[in-house]
């Protein structure tokens, strides 16, 4: 059974930073393409960052080009998004997502964590 767990969210002040942390088990971490996701109340889900297997290829939402950073760590099995200069838009649930390419459409990715969430005060 394929378990994926995000962790790392809270509340922070606008400016501050944030490391979310995405781990998996029941699957092999490196066998998949990883992205982050978030979604605001009342909003549709937005593609935030994708990764590719060994790490070289990454993706970007407008929206955080230049504040936010993807990585992984394929020998911890884990997926990290660094977030730096947060604004209060970037209040949101925030996902971790497997898939088979580096994408930002969520219907690319076949397995899904709980989220965790993410709150800027201003």
């Known amino acids: 059974q394929v378990q994926v767990v995000e962790s790392g969210g809270g509340l922070v002040q606008t400016g501050g930073s944030l490391t979310l942390s995405c781990t998996a088990s029941?699957?092999?971490?490196?066998?998949?393409?990883w992205g982050w996701f978030r979604q605001a109340p009342g909003k549709q889900r937005e593609g935030v960052s994708s990764?590719?297997?060994?790490?070289?290829?990454?993706r970007y939402g407008e929206s955080v080009k230049g504040r936010f950073t993807i990585s992984r760590d394929n020998a911890k099995n884990t997926l990290y998004l660094q977030m730096h200069s947060l604004k209060p838009e970037d209040t949101a649930m925030y996902y971790c997502?497997?898939?088979?390419?580096?994408?930002?459409?969520?219907?690319?990715?076949?397995?899904w964590g709980q989220g965790t969430q993410v709150t800027v005060s201003s």
């Open positions: 997502a497997a898939g088979f390419l580096v994408a930002l459409r969520e219907n690319t990715y076949n397995y």
């Open positions: 029941g699957l092999t971490f490196d066998d998949y393409d």
């Open positions: 990764i590719s297997r060994t790490g070289i290829v990454t």
